[in-house]
């Protein structure tokens, strides 16, 4: 099923509009699961209930707080909430362009895709063909399901894409992390080259196709193997050998990394893992 546009509208930037529609350009492949009772293994409900008188209550009959000290709350109606919601414009508002290589990767939140509208092709092309030649990103202000977003315009591949990114204060400082050292310790010589070498012997071109989440396949082949009525064990774990000795660390690395062939990139269309219980129709 071909998915659906999730918001339209236009980008603008300067007195140009270019009419577009969004679609995601994720699909997050999460294993869920649902709460069940041990004894029954009938699924668990969360119900809200009044900790002060002990009851159900209806969701019409609630309103949203904010701690402001522990045990007290401002109350705030829905109603108050929606007045502050910021006004629904059907536009992408590009007031800067910047180098990408200016935002580092700390900033990004969700990606997705624009696509042009109907009879938008050659104003699209346009700003496509010009981002790409001036190697630039479009830093604009959007708003989607009532919240304004920051967001950037890039292209990628075969069209633009709109990344919706945190802002400055929503990053956590450098200064309010502990552990981080003051000064960087000054590594030998002879370690730096090795651990150089060591990554010079593990760099290539990136390739997504080449990485898998192991951790889901292997919750994925559990469920399907339970479903099927076959009986589970699990070899112990390893113990992990802690190395000491940096430069032994370094030159088994090395090796190791000599040794190993190249491992081929599965195909990026690789048939998905069928879930167990579901069956594909004639």
Known sequence: MAPRPIWSGSISFGLVNVPVKLFTA?????????????????????????TLEDKEVAYEDTDKGYEVSPGRYVSLD????????????????????????????????????LVPDRGADKAYG?????????????????VMRTKQYLCAVRP?????????MLYADEIVPEDEVEGLPERMPKPAERELAMAR???????GKFDPAKYEDEYREKVLGLIDAKAKGKEISFAPKAKEARVVDL???????????GSK????????????RRRPGKRSKA
């Open 78 to 113: 829905r109603k108050e909430l929606e007045k502050l919601d910021p006004k629904a414009t059907r536009s992408i508002d590009i007031s800067d362009f910047v180098d990408l290589e200016d935002i580092d990767p700390i900033f990004y939140e969700a990606t997705y895709r």
């Open 261 to 272: 062939s190249v491992p081929k990139a599965r195909p990026a269309a690789r048939q998905r």
């Open 247 to 257: 430069m032994d660390a370094l030159r088994k690395s090395l090796a190791q990394a």
């Open 197 to 203: 070498q060591l990554i010079d012997s593990l760099s």
């Open 156 to 164: 990628l591949e075969k069209g633009l894409v709109i990344s919706t």
């Open 126 to 142: 346009l700003l496509f063909r010009a981002l790409e030649q001036a190697e630039k990103v479009g830093i604009a202000k959007m």
């Open 26 to 50: 994720v699909r997050h492949q999460d294993v869920h699961f649902n709460l069940l009772h041990k004894k029954d293994g009938a699924r668990i409900q969360l119900k809200r209930y009044c």
